[in-house]
């Protein structure tokens, strides 16, 4: 622990002390921000449903990725990012006086990813499904990650991952194979 | 519950994540898939998700990097200002509560010592030749202004200068 009277001189220069020594500097953050901004964003609009929040989400998860000690390697830093940004989205989903995930109207995703849908049946399935589920299958099937790298990112064990995805995977099969009795039997 | 696993579905997900599924698939695998009902859920699991995916990264809005590098920047700088005033702050509070304690110290003393006027008794005149007491507790206050004079002198400049920055 740094002492007041150690600290003083590098106030008195006007120098950051060692704990404000960025661990990565502007250039090598904007090659690292340009290859993975964009699957996070991808990841944060589709589990929030809410591009602006995933907006928002985003630059926030940079600005803590920064202010955190880095770990060492491209993959390292892109997990330790995804967890950020899923703690993000927990603290987000667990404020009092929002709208919580499940509250949203039925039509919300369905809205919002019919525009930037590759395969339109995937937001009203996403939509039905928890914000751990969308969590879990983004991660496994989107961003391709293991069960044991899910685990880290999201803090859950292995173990659960595992159960937990193969329910995930189950539900999300069947809203997809049969979205229009879905559809009727929500309406 | 029985979860239902293949030791091939690892392998399936690799060649849709490398993009070699439909077209690269060697024959084998492609039988696998076409018997294996967890493989095939893989499959059509990775295409859709794959397909959202490179839909939504074409549509992610990319805020320039260096604004968020400056923030977070300014963000560790602050937390690490905080730190430091941190124990400065306890020193201030430190002080104060000696300057408070020599005070009743001091009030207390004169009182038993049996004197009629307390204020009286707190006039240099009083004071001075002092005693040994009176002379520690008399260093103690002058030392304790000056230690919170000298904080406070500080904080002042400091606060100037991070403004002025």
Known sequence: MMMWNEALPHIQLGK??????????????????ERSARSLWAYLSRCSGDPALADDLMQESYVRFLCASQPDGEVASRRYLFRIATNLLRDHWRRPRTVSIEELPENFFATASTHM???????????????????LLWLAHAENYSHHEIA?????????????????????????????RADGGQR | MKIRSCPREAEVRDLIQRGHWPDSCEPDLRAH??????????????????AARTASMQRAPMAAAGPIWWRAQLRRRNAAFERIAKPI?????????????????ILIFEQR???????????????????NWSLTLLISTIATITVLAAVALFLATDTSETNHH
Request: hydrophobic share 50%; aromatic share 6%.
């Open chain 2, 113 to 131: 010592s049996g004197n009629a006027s307390v204020l009286s008794n707190l006039l240099p005149t009083q004071l001075w030749p002092p005693s």
């Open chain 1, 152 to 180: 880290e990112v999201t803090g859950l064990a292995s173990a659960s991952v595992r159960l937990l995805l193969f329910r995930a995977r189950r539900k999300i099969k069947h809203l997809l194979e049969q979205p229009a």
């Open chain 1, 117 to 135: 849908d590759a395969c339109a049946l995937l937001g009203p399935a996403m939509a039905r499904m928890t914000p751990r589920e969308r969590q």
């Open chain 1, 16 to 33: 950051a002390t060692q704990a404000a020594e960025p661990s990565m500097d502007s250039d090598a953050f904007a090659a690292f921000y």
């Open chain 2, 89 to 105: 702050r306890t020193a201030q509070i430190f002080a104060a509560a000696i300057c408070l304690v020599a005070t009743i110290a």
């Open chain 2, 33 to 50: 898939i076409d018997a294996c009902a967890t493989c095939a859920e893989a499959v059509q699991l990775a295409q859709v998700f794959q």
